[in-house]
């Protein structure tokens, strides 16, 4: 019952404009659902909370929880529970978009550079103009044909999310490549710039102006 009472008092302060929770705001009543499930586990309401709890913990780190959050809508709408089957697939709903907002930006990321290189500007227009319909991010092009210092264009990238105080995660989900990739960029862009840490690479590219022109 207290799990229940927890989880109906979360989807109680939640609605379509709030921040994203982080993890550790949902980890306490995902491990409070583990142990009522370990406690009752022939209670389908009480699996269907933890499995709404492990989206909601999913959605939190960033992770498409569309199929997650799909299966929890299911489980309720089976239980004839409207309220929390009418909340998941709004979540279920979310995902989904949040899913083809990035297929569609990393398509026209690619598209958008590609014409770039090919210097076809009434392409390129065309997609900037798709991208603006649609709120979809491009990636801006470099204000110098190389970057400086010898980075490749992957470090410049992410170069300026460091400038602008992203962490390796979000700069990874900007630019469409892994935690540890990021990282192995960091690395190797700090090395080149002769620096010590991300702070140090911030202020280099704010020296010298590598970004003035975003």
């Given at each position: 019952?207290?799990?229940r009472?927890?989880?109906?008092?979360?989807?109680?302060?939640?609605?379509?404009q709030?921040?994203?929770?982080?993890?550790a705001?949902?980890?306490a009543?995902l491990d409070?659902?583990r142990q009522?499930?370990?406690g009752?586990p022939?209670?389908p309401?009480t699996?269907?909370?933890?499995?709404?709890?492990?989206?909601?913990h999913?959605?939190?780190?960033g992770e498409?929880?569309a199929?997650a959050w799909?299966?929890v809508a299911?489980?309720?709408?089976?239980?004839?529970?409207p309220y929390?089957?009418?909340?998941?697939?709004?979540?279920?709903?979310?995902a989904?978009a949040?899913a083809?907002?990035r297929?569609?930006t990393?398509?026209?990321?690619?598209?958008?550079?590609?014409?770039?290189?090919l210097?076809?500007?009434p392409l390129?227009?065309?997609?900037?103009?798709?991208?603006?319909?649609y709120?979809?991010?491009?990636?801006?092009?470099l204000?110098?044909a190389?970057?400086?210092?010898?980075l490749?264009d992957?470090e410049?990238?992410?170069?300026?999310?460091?400038?602008t105080?992203?962490?390796?995660r979000?700069?990874?989900?900007?630019l469409?490549?892994?935690?540890s990739t990021?990282?192995?960029h960091?690395?190797?862009?700090?090395?080149k710039?002769?620096v010590?840490n991300r702070a140090?690479?911030?202020?280099?590219?704010?020296r010298?102006?590598f970004?003035?022109?975003?």
């Amino acid at each position: 019952m207290g799990l229940r009472v927890a989880a109906d008092g979360h989807l109680s302060r939640t609605g379509p404009q709030e921040q994203r929770p982080t993890p550790a705001d949902v980890a306490a009543l995902l491990d409070a659902a583990r142990q009522a499930v370990a406690g009752h586990p022939g209670s389908p309401g009480t699996r269907l909370l933890l499995e709404q709890c492990e989206a909601e913990h999913a959605r939190a780190a960033g992770e498409d929880a569309a199929a997650a959050w799909r299966r929890v809508a299911d489980g309720w709408e089976s239980l004839e529970r409207p309220y929390p089957m009418a909340y998941a697939r709004f979540r279920e709903a979310e995902a989904e978009a949040v899913a083809r907002h990035r297929r569609a930006t990393a398509a026209a990321g690619g598209a958008f550079a590609a014409a770039e290189r090919l210097g076809a500007g009434p392409l390129r227009e065309q997609i900037a103009a798709l991208a603006s319909r649609y709120r979809l991010d491009l990636v801006k092009p470099l204000p110098a044909a190389r970057p400086p210092l010898g980075l490749t264009d992957r470090e410049f990238a992410v170069l300026r999310g460091i400038r602008t105080g992203r962490t390796n995660r979000e700069i990874g989900q900007t630019l469409y490549i892994s935690d540890s990739t990021v990282s192995v960029h960091v690395t190797n862009l700090m090395r080149k710039l002769g620096v010590r840490n991300r702070a140090e690479a911030a202020t280099v590219a704010l020296r010298e102006g590598f970004f003035a022109g975003d």
